[in-house]
Nanobody
Framework: QVQLMDSGGGLVQPGGSLRLSCAAS????????MGWYRQAPGTERELVAH???????TYADSVKGRFTISRDNAKNTVYLQMNSLKPEDTAVYYC???????????????WGQGTQVTVSS
């Protein structure tokens, strides 16, 4: 059973910083992708950033230059450093991992429980 433990959210003023962390455990296969999504009330969940095992990184246009994703493969942990936070960054942030391929060539998606980020004066 794969588990993703995400944490690090909180209340911060505009212009402030937060660092989110997510540790994966229990995976019988390699983790191909780890990343972060976010969802604000009344909106669909959207991609924030992905980091692949080979090192490729993608960011949403709205966070480029402000957020940095990184990965510690030895600890199976992904981080999201968020700087220059804006009120529109307010959302629940969810850790994501894609595990596989399995022996039957399947991939599996897993999600953390989410951590609340609130940017407000």
């Amino acid at each position: 059973q794969v588990q993703l433990m995400d944490s690090g959210g909180g209340l911060v003023q505009p212009g402030g910083s937060l660092r989110l962390s997510c540790a994966a455990s229990g995976s019988p296969y390699s983790i191909n992708v780890m990343g972060w999504y976010r969802q604000a009330p009344g909106t669909e969940r959207e991609l924030v950033a992905h980091i692949f095992s080979v090192g490729t990184i993608t960011y949403a246009d709205s966070v480029k230059g402000r957020f940095t994703i990184s990965r510690d493969n030895a600890k199976n942990t992904v981080y999201l450093q968020m700087n220059s936070l804006k009120p529109e960054d307010t959302a629940v942030y969810y850790c994501y991992a894609q595990v596989g391929p399995s022996t039957t060539l399947k991939y599996f998606d897993y999600w953390g429980q989410g951590t609340q980020v609130t940017v407000s004066s």
